[in-house]
């Protein structure tokens, strides 16, 4: 494909260029304005700062179960307030903030890397985050009303059926996942048609950045695992509310069934959430190392066999429950093969570190953190995938502590990095890097001292979900010192946002490119402008900024005075035709509303389906009025 | 920087090893096993740790060596040119990240191997020809135990406190009658859940005698964390003892005293739930007191079997186990005592 | 922005009713996401199934196959009319859009009556037992998104008979083929579990 012989625009056809462009872009202003943001930076930070929210929130129950985990017998939390505390802290971390914090993050980051001004729906993406934000308040509405969930956040049946957790408690539990299991749906389904449909010309699917194809595979497996744990919170909820007999055991329901549906999703979840925490990984070690990533098929490769196998691995979340010998067998394999995609990553990783030119930045201390943490977490997995010696771990401390080094190491550390790395796009200034590296140790301790001692209280007989234990047990020193480092990773949070809100002001000016990285978003403006590029790139490798600058190319012959961008092939992003984006628009969240109506008041009687399916429908017929002009101007 | 990495991650490495051996906490421990099954998996423990600990440790130098090798400035022009080094170099990375890879792969074929020997091994400590029985039905928040015979006569039925001979195979036959909980003696072997509507089934053998404590490892609500119990193993002879023992009725009081406390019980809402063989108590919703005093803990060993112990318990349960399903019952001081006195006569 | 040559973009079309538009891509996806839901629901309605040795359980009776297996005629028969549409929108062909999916809109509505009519013949509820639940949860759910598809039909229909339309309005027609095609097509799987599948697994009448 080589570009047409027109000319290069002159700078006065720039400026025109660039008036319009900031004129179609600009933000509409009022309240009513800002409720009408459909710009992926704007949304895409939203879904950030809630996220981050409700990290500190889930960080505070964390906290307080540690209070009262840190001497035996105690009486800090009585047993309701602790079943309610570690339900609501599992299901925070869960689904407020681990899945839409990616999300989040790849909804800003997606448009500037494949070269384009937005998502592919960006009203869809817009009602997305207002189901999220409902989903979010309307299980915290249940918290503070007493109602907060108590039964896990797995929430296994019969305990969280109708006879044995009556009120309204497991109801807020289940609803909240149809909130932001279809936000996450939403996310997804426009992330992968602005992959596979918007990049910039020349940017063929093995020339995209190793982030973007995380978040291809993470929402291909949103797609496939969400609707799992939606039907199976809709069991609970419809055995709760107009008795149903799925997973009631009484009238032929089987517990299991809900485990199985339950975990069918669960287990792949961990994937949604740990997945574009490897993409940013990548990212960032490629800028820090300034060098190409070594291994980029595999890597690849990896992520996709990762997506897939992961899907696999559901039962052994259920060894405990008496399965024939075959089924178990199966399941371990496969549980043990997964870490050979991720183990063939951490290869890669340290294979390009090893020959880079290393910038030893915070964020690059994030990746090493990530490094030690998440390979011991992976290796207590594999520990964990052995039937025999799960049937003796499973359900106590120790996989409390598995799971906490794999997500904490496997996801947080790297999106603690990405934050890092980011924070100048996103605001204009770098991070203080003294006190970054600062707050990394402080996490890294903390975290290990938190975190490593419950592998030996699970040996020691410790089961999980317990309020108390008394002192003959001798858990009493391991669980102080648990306290002890929670109290320190909390001043680590402390440390992050006050170096987040002191940057915002008094941090270095960042500029475009601080750290000389090779991808997309690195060529926009530091933060970016609602439009990203004044004209969009074409690419001719895969590292497009470490491309000598006369050899780059810019699209021409968009038109500025509407929200239009390019559509490309599939395989090759051969340009194919031009694409109009809406307007901003108040209708996503009035749809939410609707929405909300519908599943809130569904809780309480089923009727608000019918209204709330109604009020959706007139809804979005407002959404999808036909806009003028009818016709669009060629 | 990563050096300290490393030997942070070392010196967690010995701690574990040095407390998981110490002599504080080995009731309820995974690696002081006590019979067959749970020696095969503590086997099996110490061989995953000592192959994962060697990865993790490999892994980590490996990954500490990426920031001594800056120092030696290799190669740094074509890096900056091309962001790429020299093709050399690569290929040299290739066949290491392939043979670490292929290693990976046998590594964790070793322990997929190990870990279906150790199945297979355990499936077969059976006893199919005169197996013992034991069902266990899972309670919020107790265990009701029930020894199986094709005899009615020698069926036993218990609570919260199992009975074992030393040396032979006992099928635990598991069920719930409400949630799901888990049957767990670590000392003995893995958990196995108790599910409603469904049977369990698991085998446990003591090879030395003891007091082997268990807890329940399936969160069941409220009180989950106030749900343990005792197994015992015995002797075979000492075992026959307790059994005949408690197969008997209650033992029928003797003293005034003891009959007024019997008397304070019948006329209490204690028989709507509690069963005493021998009287007309036969309530079939909480724990068997026929041999109350013969164990050693009480409200599913929440609190050692005492008398002190017991009299809190009966005057305000709620307040020692809060939610649990035991109803607090008006009591007149007087008829407390007696009534102690004699439900710590039933042994 | 420093670039020495240009791309430039601007004899393509402003759209593309085809495979090509990100839309079609979109509602790919939803529509994996709703196939994915019914087969997890399949696969639960067979594991429940299987468990048991009578089903229906005693006191539920068979459905009734005949007036679900008639009204599958003018359920695949409205798929044509969708197609009909969605090749009219692509060419612009006002006539032919109204006339597809009038053809669409009628038929569906006939399969709804009937289905309706069938309903009211069934003897057990959701609540009766697992059963009743699954079998009300297949009925309920694809009624759900029958409807939805239906009335974005009506929609598109008002639309163009009224002149309220243009490219996008056409592109979403074509999209919306796909809808329908889902629709229709999910139907069959759940039709067979439904009215057959008791009758094909061995029970004990």
Same mark, same amino acid.
Not at chain 2, 102 to 112: A, C, G, R
Not at chain 2, 134 to 143: A, S
Not at chain 2, 274 to 289: C, F, M, Y
Not at chain 3, 140 to 154: K, M, N, P, Q, Y
């Given at each position: 494909?080589?570009?047409?012989?027109?000319?290069?625009?002159?700078?006065?056809?720039?400026?025109?260029?660039?008036?319009?462009?900031?004129?179609?872009?600009?933000?509409?202003?009022?309240?009513?304005?800002?409720?009408?943001?459909?710009?992926?930076?704007?949304?895409?930070?939203?879904?950030?700062?809630?996220?981050?929210?409700?990290?500190?929130?889930?960080?505070?129950?964390?906290?307080?179960? %540690?209070?009262?985990?840190?001497?035996?017998?105690? !009486?800090?939390?009585?047993?309701?307030?602790?079943?309610?505390?570690?339900?609501?802290?599992?299901?925070?971390?869960?689904?407020?903030?681990?899945?839409?914090?990616?999300?989040?993050?790849?909804?800003?980051?997606?448009?500037?890397?494949?070269?384009?001004?937005?998502?592919?729906? #960006?009203?869809?993406?817009?009602?997305?985050?207002?189901?999220?934000?409902? /989903?979010?308040?309307?299980?915290?509405?249940?918290?503070?009303?007493?109602?907060? #969930?108590?039964?896990?956040?797995?929430?296994? !049946?019969?305990?969280?059926?109708?006879?044995?957790?009556?009120?309204?408690?497991?109801?807020?539990?289940?609803?909240?996942?149809?909130?932001?299991?279809?936000?996450?749906?939403?996310?997804?389904?426009?992330?992968?048609?602005?992959?596979?449909?918007?990049?910039?010309?020349?940017?063929?699917?093995?020339?995209?950045?190793?982030?973007?194809?995380?978040?291809?595979?993470?929402?291909?497996?949103?797609?496939?695992?969400?609707?799992?744990?939606?039907?199976?919170?809709?069991?609970?909820?419809?055995?709760?509310?107009?008795?149903?007999?799925?997973?009631?055991?009484?009238?032929?329901?089987?517990?299991?069934?809900?485990?199985?549906?339950?975990?069918?999703?669960?287990?792949?979840?961990?994937?949604?959430?740990?997945?574009?925490?490897?993409?940013?990984?990548?990212?960032?070690?490629?800028?820090?190392?300034?060098?190409?990533?070594?291994?980029?098929?595999?890597?690849?490769?990896?992520?996709?066999?990762?997506?897939?196998?992961?899907?696999?691995?559901?039962?052994?979340?259920?060894?405990?429950?008496?399965?024939?010998?075959?089924?178990?067998?199966?399941?371990?394999?496969?549980?043990?093969?997964?870490?050979?995609?991720?183990?063939?990553?951490?290869?890669?990783?340290?294979?390009?570190?090893?020959?880079?030119?290393? %910038?030893?930045?915070?964020?690059?201390?994030?990746?090493?953190?990530?490094?030690?943490?998440?390979?011991?977490?992976?290796?207590?997995?594999?520990?964990?995938?052995?039937?025999?010696?799960?049937?003796?771990?499973?359900?106590?401390?120790?996989?409390?502590?598995?799971?906490?080094?794999?997500?904490?190491?496997?996801?947080?550390?790297?999106?603690?990095?990405?934050?890092?790395?980011?924070? #100048?796009?996103?605001?204009?200034?770098?991070?203080?890097?003294?006190?970054?590296?600062?707050?990394?140790?402080?996490?890294?301790?903390?975290?290990?001292?938190?975190?490593?001692?419950?592998?030996?209280?699970?040996?020691?007989?410790?089961?999980?979900?317990?309020?108390?234990?008394?002192?003959?047990?001798?858990? /009493?020193?391991?669980?102080?010192?648990?306290?002890?480092?929670?109290?320190?990773?909390?001043?680590?949070?402390?440390?992050?946002?006050?170096?987040?809100?002191?940057?915002?002001?008094?941090?270095?000016?960042?500029?475009?490119?601080?750290?000389?990285?090779?991808?997309?978003?690195?060529?926009?403006?530091?933060?970016?402008?609602?439009?990203?590029?004044?004209?969009?790139?074409?690419? !001719?490798?895969?590292?497009?900024?470490?491309?000598?600058? @006369?050899?780059?190319?810019?699209?021409?012959?968009? %038109?500025?005075?509407?929200?239009?961008?390019?559509?490309?092939?599939?395989?090759?992003?051969?340009? @194919?035709?031009?694409?109009?984006?809406?307007?901003?628009?108040?209708?996503?969240?009035?749809?939410?509303?609707?929405?909300?109506?519908?599943?809130?008041?569904?809780?309480?009687?089923?009727?608000?389906?019918?209204?709330?399916?109604?009020?959706? /429908?007139?809804?979005?017929?407002?959404?999808?009025?036909?806009?003028?002009?009818?016709?669009?101007?060629? | 920087?990563?050096?300290?990495?490393?030997?942070?991650?070392?010196?967690?490495?010995?701690?574990?090893? *040095?407390?998981?051996?110490?002599?504080?906490?080995?009731?309820?421990?995974?690696?002081?096993?006590?019979?067959?099954?749970?020696?095969?998996?503590?086997?099996?423990?110490?061989?995953?740790?000592?192959?994962?600990?060697?990865?993790?440790?490999?892994?980590?130098?490996?990954?500490? *060596?990426?920031?001594?090798?800056?120092?030696?400035?290799?190669?740094?022009?074509?890096?900056?040119?091309?962001?790429?080094?020299?093709?050399?170099?690569?290929?040299?990375?290739?066949?290491?990240?392939?043979?670490?890879?292929?290693?990976?792969?046998?590594?964790?074929?070793?322990?997929?191997?190990?870990?279906?020997?150790?199945?297979?091994?355990?499936?077969?400590?059976?006893?199919?020809?005169?197996?013992?029985?034991?069902?266990?039905?899972?309670?919020?928040?107790?265990?009701?135990?029930?020894?199986?015979?094709?005899?009615?006569?020698?069926?036993?039925?218990?609570?919260?406190?199992?009975?074992?001979?030393?040396?032979?195979?006992?099928?635990?036959?598991?069920?719930?009658?409400?949630?799901?909980?888990?049957?767990?003696?670590?000392?003995?072997?893995?958990?196995?859940?108790?599910?409603?509507?469904?049977?369990?089934?698991?085998?446990?053998?003591?090879?030395?005698?003891?007091?082997?404590?268990?807890?329940?490892?399936?969160?069941?609500?409220?009180?989950?964390?106030?749900?343990?119990?005792?197994?015992?193993?015995?002797?075979?002879?000492?075992?026959?003892?307790?059994?005949?023992?408690?197969?008997?009725?209650?033992?029928?009081?003797?003293?005034?005293?003891?009959?007024?406390?019997?008397?304070?019980?019948?006329?209490?809402?204690?028989?709507?739930?509690?069963?005493?063989?021998?009287?007309?108590?036969?309530?079939?919703?909480?724990?068997?007191?026929?041999?109350?005093?013969?164990?050693?803990?009480?409200?599913?060993?929440?609190?050692?079997?005492?008398?002190?112990?017991?009299?809190?318990?009966?005057?305000?349960?709620?307040?020692?186990?809060?939610?649990?399903?035991?109803?607090?019952?008006?009591?007149?001081?007087?008829?407390?005592?007696?009534?102690?006195?004699? *439900?710590?006569?039933?042994? | 922005?420093?670039?020495?040559?240009?791309?430039?973009?601007?004899?393509?079309?402003?759209?593309?009713?085809?495979?090509?538009?990100?839309?079609?891509?979109?509602?790919?996806?939803?529509?994996?996401?709703?196939?994915?839901?019914?087969?997890?629901?399949?696969?639960?309605?067979?594991?429940?199934?299987?468990?048991?040795?009578?089903?229906?359980?005693?006191?539920?009776?068979?459905?009734?196959?005949?007036?679900?297996?008639?009204?599958?005629?003018?359920?695949?028969?409205?798929?044509?009319?969708?197609?009909?549409?969605?090749?009219?929108?692509?060419?612009?062909?006002?006539?032919?859009?109204?006339?597809?999916?009038?053809?669409?809109?009628?038929?569906?509505?006939?399969?709804?009556?009937?289905?309706?009519?069938?309903?009211?013949?069934?003897?057990?509820?959701?609540?009766?037992?697992?059963?009743?639940?699954?079998?009300?949860?297949?009925?309920?759910?694809?009624?759900?998104?029958?409807?939805?598809?239906?009335?974005?039909?009506?929609?598109?229909?008002?639309?163009?008979?009224?002149?309220?339309?243009?490219?996008?309005?056409?592109?979403?027609?074509?999209?919306?083929?796909?809808?329908?095609?889902?629709?229709?097509?999910?139907?069959?799987?759940?039709?067979?579990?439904?009215?057959?599948?008791?009758?094909?697994?061995?029970?004990?009448?």
């Amino acid at each position: 494909m080589s570009p047409a012989e027109s000319h290069v625009p002159t700078a006065e056809e720039q400026e025109q260029h660039l008036r319009t462009l900031e004129n179609s872009w600009r933000h509409p202003g009022g309240i009513t304005g800002w409720l009408s943001f459909t710009t992926h930076q704007a949304i895409g930070m939203r879904y950030i700062v809630t996220a981050f929210v409700f990290l500190v929130v889930g960080g505070i129950l964390a906290l307080m179960m %540690r209070f009262q985990l840190a001497q035996p017998n105690n !009486t800090f939390l009585g047993p309701d307030r602790y079943n309610q505390f570690f339900t609501t802290h599992g299901t925070t971390m869960m689904f407020l903030f681990a899945v839409p914090m990616m999300e989040g993050m790849g909804i800003y980051l997606v448009p500037l890397m494949v070269g384009t001004r937005n998502v592919a729906f #960006p009203r869809l993406n817009a009602f997305g985050y207002w189901m999220y934000l409902a /989903g979010a308040i309307f299980l915290y509405v249940g918290v503070f009303q007493n109602a907060a #969930p108590d039964v896990g956040w797995f929430a296994y !049946t019969p305990l969280s059926g109708p006879e044995f957790s009556p009120g309204k408690r497991p109801d807020f539990w289940a609803q909240m996942i149809t909130f932001t299991e279809v936000s996450a749906m939403c996310v997804a389904a426009e992330l992968i048609a602005t992959i596979f449909k918007m990049r910039a010309p020349g940017m063929s699917l093995n020339r995209i950045p190793l982030f973007c194809w995380s978040m291809l595979v993470q929402s291909f497996m949103v797609i496939f695992a969400m609707p799992s744990v939606m039907i199976a919170s809709s069991f609970v909820l419809s055995d709760r509310t107009v008795a149903t007999n799925f997973v009631n055991p009484a009238e032929g329901g089987d517990p299991l069934l809900f485990q199985h549906v339950f975990w069918f999703f669960g287990h792949p979840e961990v994937y949604i959430i740990f997945i574009p925490a490897l993409g940013m990984v990548s990212s960032i070690v490629v800028a820090n190392s300034r060098r190409h990533i070594f291994g980029y098929t595999a890597m690849v490769l990896s992520l996709i066999a990762t997506g897939f196998i992961g899907f696999g691995l559901w039962v052994h979340h259920m060894f405990a429950t008496g399965l024939p010998q075959i089924a178990a067998g199966y399941f371990t394999a496969a549980s043990m093969m997964i870490a050979i995609t991720s183990g063939v990553q951490i290869f890669c990783w340290i294979a390009t570190l090893w020959s880079g030119r290393l %910038r030893l930045n915070t964020a690059l201390h994030f990746v090493f953190g990530f490094i030690a943490i998440f390979v011991l977490g992976g290796l207590s997995g594999v520990l964990l995938g052995s039937v025999p010696l799960d049937l003796q771990v499973h359900d106590t401390f120790f996989v409390v502590a598995h799971f906490h080094y794999v997500l904490i190491g496997g996801a947080l550390f790297p999106l603690f990095g990405g934050f890092y790395h980011w924070y #100048p796009k996103m605001t204009g200034r770098l991070m203080n890097e003294a006190v970054g590296k600062l707050n990394f140790w402080v996490l890294f301790i903390g975290f290990n001292l938190t975190f490593f001692p419950m592998h030996i209280l699970g040996l020691k007989g410790m089961p999980r979900r317990i309020y108390t234990y008394s002192p003959e047990m001798g858990w /009493g020193p391991a669980n102080l010192l648990a306290t002890v480092g929670a109290c320190i990773i909390a001043l680590g949070g402390i440390i992050f946002i006050a170096n987040v809100v002191w940057s915002r002001r008094a941090g270095k000016v960042a500029g475009n490119n601080p750290w000389d990285a090779p991808s997309l978003e690195w060529a926009a403006a530091s933060p970016p402008k609602n439009y990203n590029f004044e004209y969009l790139p074409v690419v !001719t490798s895969r590292y497009a900024l470490w491309t000598p600058p @006369d050899e780059r190319v810019i699209v021409t012959g968009l %038109r500025s005075n509407r929200r239009e961008v390019l559509a490309t092939t599939l395989m090759d992003a051969q340009p @194919d035709h031009r694409y109009v984006l809406p307007p901003p628009s108040i209708w996503p969240l009035l749809t939410a509303i609707a929405v909300t109506i519908g599943f809130a008041g569904s809780v309480f009687n089923e009727w608000y389906i019918t209204w709330g399916s109604i009020l959706s /429908g007139i809804a979005l017929i407002g959404w999808f009025w036909p806009r003028r002009p009818l016709e669009l101007k060629p | 920087m990563s050096g300290k990495h490393q030997s942070l991650n070392i010196a967690a490495l010995c701690f574990a090893a *040095l407390t998981l051996t110490s002599c504080a906490g080995r009731q309820q421990s995974v690696v002081n096993p006590a019979g067959p099954q749970s020696g095969q998996i503590a086997t099996l423990w110490w061989f995953f740790l000592a192959l994962l600990s060697a990865i993790f440790i490999i892994v980590m130098v490996l990954t500490a *060596l990426t920031l001594t090798r800056r120092h030696r400035g290799i190669e740094q022009e074509p890096l900056e040119a091309t962001h790429l080094p020299p093709p050399q170099t690569e290929a040299g990375l290739t066949r290491v990240v392939t043979a670490a890879t292929i290693l990976s792969i046998v590594i964790l074929f070793v322990l997929l191997v190990t870990s279906i020997i150790t199945g297979k091994n355990l499936s077969e400590l059976q006893d199919r020809k005169n197996p013992m029985v034991i069902e266990v039905t899972g309670q919020q928040w107790w265990w009701q135990i029930r020894y199986q015979n094709s005899d009615p006569q020698q069926v036993l039925v218990t609570a919260n406190e199992i009975h074992i001979p030393v040396g032979r195979p006992v099928m635990i036959r598991g069920t719930s009658h409400d949630v799901i909980h888990s049957f767990w003696v670590p000392n003995l072997h893995g958990k196995r859940d108790l599910i409603p509507s469904r049977v369990t089934t698991e085998w446990i053998q003591a090879d030395r005698p003891g007091v082997y404590r268990g807890q329940c490892a399936e969160f069941c609500g409220l009180q989950h964390a106030h749900m343990s119990l005792w197994v015992v193993a015995e002797p075979p002879d000492k075992f026959k003892t307790w059994f005949d023992g408690q197969l008997k009725p209650s033992a029928a009081p003797g003293t005034a005293v003891l009959q007024r406390g019997q008397q304070v019980f019948m006329n209490h809402a204690c028989i709507f739930c509690h069963a005493i063989r021998g009287t007309s108590a036969s309530g079939q919703n909480a724990p068997d007191l026929t041999h109350f005093a013969s164990r050693r803990g009480i409200a599913a060993n929440t609190l050692p079997n005492t008398m002190g112990n017991l009299g809190g318990w009966i005057t305000n349960p709620q307040n020692i186990k809060p939610g649990n399903h035991m109803a607090t019952i008006a009591m007149n001081p007087p008829d407390l005592q007696p009534l102690l006195q004699y *439900l710590e006569s039933l042994k | 922005m420093t670039a020495a040559r240009t791309l430039d973009v601007s004899e393509l079309p402003p759209f593309r009713i085809s495979i090509q538009a990100p839309l079609w891509w979109g509602q790919v996806c939803l529509i994996a996401i709703e196939a994915t839901m019914f087969s997890i629901l399949i696969a639960a309605y067979f594991y429940t199934r299987l468990r048991v040795d009578v089903w229906p359980p005693p006191g539920d009776q068979f459905p009734n196959v005949l007036l679900p297996s008639l009204a599958l005629i003018p359920l695949i028969l409205s798929a044509f009319g969708s197609y009909w549409a969605s090749e009219a929108a692509k060419k612009d062909d006002r006539r032919g859009m109204i006339l597809g999916l009038g053809l669409n809109l009628v038929l569906a509505i006939i399969f709804f009556v009937m289905r309706i009519i069938e309903w009211h013949s069934l003897n057990f509820n959701w609540m009766a037992d697992a059963f009743g639940s699954y079998v009300w949860a297949f009925l309920g759910l694809h009624s759900f998104d029958f409807i939805a598809g239906l009335v974005e039909t009506i929609v598109f229909v008002v639309f163009v008979a009224s002149g309220r339309y243009g490219e996008r309005e056409r592109l979403g027609i074509h999209v919306d083929s796909l809808v329908w095609y889902f629709v229709v097509a999910i139907w069959i799987p759940l039709y067979i579990v439904t009215y057959w599948g008791p009758r094909l697994v061995e029970t004990a009448q």
